[in-house]
């Protein structure tokens, strides 16, 4: 069977060469000419019945440089050809491309089709890129129509022969091709010899239309609790109303330093409305507050318990939630899951 597949290219090492700076982004062009069962589509037949349509992201870019206004860009394009196409695949740097998955899972809602993402830990001019095999899976998994396999209507990230949902993956090797691990929740599909799907953990297709949310708070931080970690600056940034939230990573199940500084700050956080999201610093498991009397503290109206969210998908989901939804709304939609992301 015939499907259409859209694949944006935004840079990454997938693309890149080698500059006297380091490794920088090339062309489309360049690229394509070491792919050839997607170049000749007719001689190589393993894509035959795959019509492609080839757009980037211009200008590609290290993944470093994506921002929030590039998820917009790259949401859009993704909007824009959505009616015409079975599956999109969304070439993308390693380094923030789970930070971008999540983004993506959040301002898409009612999803059909998949949207995957994926890049390589080497560039396709290298002789040992695992660039091939991530885009050919990745084409699977987008065209799944002509290969009969199940659809998966998520953004997921199709890396070395694992297929994650998007908002549940973290980048955890700079070296390994198993770049990509999904610590709270198991694979959707995996690509060995056969193609597995996972079709119990994959959420339907909507038949709901797609709605598109682009907006995402920049008033936002990331804190990192430590031992001996001194409150005082966050307590000023919150008390001078610049900040609407912060990421709170914890020790544990949710646990901080006992004394009267962390009551302080929640107090603050409380005057000013601004939102925590209280994380675990552990890659496993998931916030349980009330265990430990040190994670008492964080039972305030202020405080959102994130479960078991990953840091990436943490970040995003509170930068967009306070970017497109009421004060009222905030906490109630933070605390639930909204796109598999939390248990
Ligand atoms: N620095 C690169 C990037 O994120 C790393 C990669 O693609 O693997 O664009």
Redesign the pocket.
């Known amino acids: 069977m015939q499907s259409k597949v859209y694949i944006l290219y935004t840079?990454?090492?997938?693309g890149m060469k080698s500059t006297d700076a380091g490794l920088e982004p090339s062309s489309w062009d360049e690229i394509i000419s070491y792919l050839p069962a997607i170049k000749n589509q007719t001689y190589f037949h393993y894509f035959s019945e795959i019509n492609f349509t080839f757009d980037t992201l211009e200008p590609v870019v290290?993944?470093?440089d994506m921002t929030p206004e590039t998820w917009k860009r790259i949401a859009t394009r993704i909007v824009a050809n959505y009616k015409d196409h079975d599956g999109f695949i969304i070439l993308h740097?390693?380094?923030?491309l789970a930070y971008t998955s999540s983004a993506l899972s959040f301002m898409l809602e009612n999803l059909s089709k998949p949207v995957v993402l994926t890049?390589?830990?080497l560039p396709i001019f290298h002789p040992r890129t695992d660039g091939i095999v991530n885009l050919s899976n990745a084409i699977y998994i987008a065209g799944y129509k002509s290969f009969r396999i199940d659809c998966i209507p998520e953004v997921c990230i199709c890396f070395n022969d694992d297929v994650l949902r998007g908002n549940r993956a973290v980048k955890t090797s700079t070296n390994d091709f198993e770049g990509f691990s999904s610590p709270n929740f198991d694979n959707l599909a995996n690509l060995e010899q056969n193609i597995e799907v996972r079709t119990h953990l994959v959420y339907s297709p909507n038949t709901k239309a797609l709605k598109l949310y682009t907006e995402f708070s920049e008033r936002v931080v990331n804190v990192t609790v430590f031992p001996g970690y001194n409150t005082s600056v966050l307590i000023e940034l919150v008390r001078s109303g610049k900040l609407e939230g912060i990421v709170l990573k914890t020790f544990g199940a949710g646990n901080l330093p006992t004394g009267k500084q962390w009551k302080t700050l929640v107090e603050a956080c409380e005057e000013q409305e601004t939102i925590i999201l209280a994380t675990t610093q552990c890659p496993n498991g998931q916030i349980e507050l009330g265990q430990y009397a040190s994670s008492n503290v964080l039972k305030s109206k202020a405080v959102v318990d994130g479960k078991d969210i990953t840091p990436e998908a943490a970040l995003t989901k509170l930068m967009w939630v306070i970017g497109n939804f009421d004060a009222t709304k905030r906490c109630t939609m933070l605390a639930q899951n909204l796109r598999g992301e939390i248990s």
């Open positions: 840079g990454g090492t997938f290290d993944s470093s740097g390693t380094d923030t890049g390589a830990q």
